[in-house]
């Protein structure tokens, strides 16, 4: 019998965010606008949108800007209702509006694997989806659709991956794959995080979507801290990947679409270049803008 579709949602916010210091001392990175929104929104509604509405947030010191975020402000809603402004109404009630989401405190900032196991009495023994909250998916190029019809045919877990730079591979956790009869999904039969100098068996990063067999928990559980000091997620995995039990098939859905790591400050910057270019309300102003500061004013202050 087909299961239930997936409603749960994980989104680990709890990082310490320290390449964007100090400006993540006093709130978390995922609270760093791209253009008008916070990061974390984009990852929100991403998991709306395929269904995923009971999502719980994993987060860390600072989690007080993040629950107010999805709050409702009834002082700025009355204000903006007096002057008759409904266009950002409906924008700052958008956000409170979404969905109603579960908080739990990771206490320490013991890796993504860590957090992932302090969702555990939340999600029970159920799969669950795994979105990191710094990590975003251009709603144009869906995968955690695909990624959720892939785990309930094939069972196991599903990690997404895409292909990268050879000399980037080291940035990220990096897949050892075998094809399937399909071109967008790999068996993943061992993991690395961060390889170093020749240590990487291929091009398959990780990035920051899974859909996991809640078999994981029992395996982080045993999981000893790895690169960093941290309890990886990339770590666990690996083990699930080499193991024989009923739960134990990994597999990698290859993404070839947009994604934007708003963690990386060049990344972030790229991030919003991309989008307020393409923006209906600020794109033509500020494309007219950027190509006159590269091809004039750049050089000229050089
Ligand atoms: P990162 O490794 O990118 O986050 O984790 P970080 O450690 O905060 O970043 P830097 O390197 O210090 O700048 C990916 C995601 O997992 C969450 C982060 O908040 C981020 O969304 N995370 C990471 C946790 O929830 N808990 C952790 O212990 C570590």
């Not at 239930?4 to 709130?27: E, M, N, Q, S």
């Not at 959720?148 to 897949?175: F, K, N, T, W």
């Not at 400050?265 to 600020?282: F, P, Q, S, W």
Request: net charge negative; with cysteine.
């Amino acid at each position: 019998m087909r299961s239930p579709r997936l409603t749960k949602a994980v989104i680990p916010v709890g990082g310490l965010g320290t390449r964007f210091l100090p400006a993540t001392k006093a709130i978390p990175k995922e609270m760093l606008p791209v253009i008008d929104k916070p990061a974390i929104q984009y990852v929100v509604e991403e998991s709306v949108t395929v269904g995923l509405t009971d999502i719980l947030m994993v987060t860390g010191r600072n989690k007080r800007s993040l629950e107010d975020h999805f709050d409702r402000n009834l002082e700025i809603e009355e204000t903006l209702a007096r002057r008759g402004d409904e266009a950002q109404l409906l924008r700052v009630r958008e956000s409170s509006d979404l969905v109603s989401l579960h908080y739990v405190r990771q206490g320490a900032a013991k890796g993504v694997g860590h957090a992932v196991l302090c969702a555990q009495p939340h999600v029970g023994n159920e799969p669950f989806a795994v979105l990191l909250g710094d990590d975003l998916i251009d709603p144009r190029d869906p995968l955690l659709d695909r990624m959720i019809a892939v785990q309930e045919r094939c069972g196991g877990s599903v990690v997404a991956l895409m292909e990268v730079d050879p000399r980037d591979i080291h940035l990220y956790g990096c897949a050892a794959v075998v094809p399937t009869d399909e071109a967008d999904v790999v068996r993943i039969t061992g993991l690395v995080e961060k390889p170093g100098p020749g240590e990487a068996p291929s091009t398959c990063a990780v990035i920051g979507r899974f859909v996991l067999h809640p078999g994981i928990f029992d395996v982080i559980r045993g999981t000893r801290p790895g690169r960093g000091g941290e309890i990886q997620l990339t770590d666990a995995l690996d083990s699930l990947s080499r193991s024989r039990t009923a739960h134990a098939p990994v597999h990698g859905v290859l993404f070839s679409g947009r994604r934007y790591d708003t963690g990386d400050r060049a990344d972030y910057l790229r991030t919003i270049v991309r989008l307020a270019c393409e923006r209906g309300d600020l794109g033509p102003d500020f494309r007219a803008w950027l190509a006159a500061f590269v091809s004039h004013d750049f050089h000229e202050t050089r």
